[in-house]
């Protein structure tokens, strides 16, 4: 775990672990992105 929230945290994101013995746990690993404009989205494809 400490290998992906250092990459995670080199690239600007986020990494959130909630555990609860007995049941498990989520990992949840977010980044930021920057909003695509309608017309760069169909350039892509």
Do not use: C, N, W, Y
């Not at 992906?4 to 690239?11: E, F, K």
């Not at 959130?16 to 949840?28: I, K, Y």
């Amino acid at each position: 775990m400490a290998i992906v929230a250092s990459l995670v945290d080199a690239q600007g994101g986020t990494f959130v672990v909630q555990s609860e013995p007995g049941a498990g746990a989520t990992f949840t690993v977010t980044f930021p992105i920057a909003p695509v404009a309608a017309g760069d989205a169909k350039q892509r494809r």
